[in-house]
Nanobody, 123 residues
């Protein structure tokens, strides 16, 4: 059974850091690009970051560039999103997504989503 399970969300003060994890199972993890999306109340989904199959290529939304860092450990079937200098506008549910087989971060689309983890940035 294909699964993506996110963890690491929580409440953090502005300027703080959090590290999200996404563990995949039920598929050949290292054959797929993996991305992070987020959805804030009343807003559309926003693509946050993506990492290629071997981790050589990463992409970031302008809103998080230079603050967030995506990485992966294929031996552990895990992708991470390290978030620094968090702002209240980063508050959202963060979803880990698998891209379609053969799709790249720059031209691909997600075909499977995890259940999400809540990130709240507030003092």
């Amino acid at each position: 059974q294909l699964r993506l399970v996110e963890s690491g969300g929580g409440l953090v003060q502005p300027g703080g850091s959090l590290k999200l994890s996404c563990v995949g199972s039920g598929f050949a993890f290292d054959n797929y690009a993996i991305g992070w999306f987020r959805q804030a109340p009343g807003k559309d989904n926003e693509g946050v970051s993506c990492i290629s199959r071997n981790g050589a290529t990463t992409t970031y939304a302008n809103s998080v560039k230079d603050r967030f860092e995506i990485s992966r450990d294929n031996a552990k079937n895990t992708v991470y999103l390290q978030m620094h200098s968090l702002k209240p506008e980063d508050t959202a549910i963060y979803y880990c997504t698998r891209f379609y087989f053969g799709h790249t971060c720059s031209r691909g689309r997600a075909d499977y989503w995890g259940q999400g983890t809540q990130v709240t940035v507030s003092s």
